[in-house]
């Protein structure tokens, strides 16, 4: 079966600079969660969107934003990067009208910042 | 914060059963408990869940207590790749947003 596939696995950037994160959700699916998760941490829920629009906000820095299109992908904008945004970033993507809606996760992209 | 309390770590034989426990005292009548696992960095990995009823699939069993304050997930016959962080999460329905908040979770180490 398709699963949640993101892009990259793997990023290193300089402080400063900026990283666009994609995650493609698996077929049909209608809602996607962005979660971050340092290093020795648990994931934390940044953002979601549902029909193209935000659904719920969580701990996401001001200079991180997010949207989702039209094709149901999302992408995850990090700008002014510091060495504290290295961490795993994860996408999960739902069926909002399934009932449970239950959140499949992708592999997650691992972001270094030097 | 977390709506869940677990053990921070636990033993398994390999092939014997896994029972991973949860306390969840303040769970609300529409919030349903998921059960996800997390191996060494990968992508949390969706394994089971409930709201009332014990649920079983093909990866493990769920058993919600008739008060719906703890549960227990089992896994029947654990093996060397069970070994993971296991989370339990209360999660409101859909129609609220439905964001997963991850607590501490139980490290599952399964040893020969």
């Known amino acids: 079966a398709a699963g949640v596939i993101q892009s990259p696995r793997h990023l290193i950037k300089e402080k400063r600079e900026t990283a666009t994160l994609k995650c493609y959700p698996i077929?049909?699916?209608?809602?996607v969660y962005w979660y971050q998760q340092g290093p020795g941490q648990d994931p934390q829920f940044l953002i979601s969107?549902?029909?193209?629009?935000?659904?719920d906000k969580g701990s996401i820095p001001d200079r991180f934003s997010a949207q989702q299109f039209s094709d149901y992908h999302s992408e995850l904008n990090m700008s002014s990067l510091e060495l504290g945004d290295s961490a795993l970033y994860f996408c999960?993507?739902?069926?909002?009208?399934?009932?449970?809606?239950?959140?499949?996760f992708g592999p997650g992209t691992r972001l270094t910042v030097l | 914060d977390a709506k869940t309390t677990q053990p921070p770590s636990m033993d398994c034989a390999e092939g014997r059963a896994a029972n991973l426990p949860c306390n969840h005292s303040?769970?609300?009548?529409?919030?349903?408990v998921y059960w996800y696992r997390q191996i060494h960095s990968q992508g949390p990995q969706y394994i089971i869940h409930?709201?009332?009823n014990n649920e079983t699939n093909e990866m493990a069993s769920l058993i919600i207590t008739e008060d719906r304050k703890s549960s227990t997930l089992i896994l029947p016959h654990a093996t060397l790749r069970d070994t993971a962080v296991y989370y339990c999460?209360?999660?409101?329905?859909?129609?609220?947003?439905?964001?997963?908040?991850f607590g501490q979770g139980t490290e599952l180490s399964v040893k020969p």
């Open positions: 999960a993507s739902s069926l909002r009208t399934s009932g449970a809606d239950t959140q499949y």
């Open positions: 077929p049909r699916h209608d809602t």
């Open positions: 969107f549902y029909e193209k629009m935000q659904s």
């Open positions: 303040t769970i609300s009548g529409n919030e349903y």
């Open positions: 409930g709201l009332k």
């Open positions: 999460i209360v999660r409101s329905t859909y129609n609220q947003g439905g964001k997963l908040i």
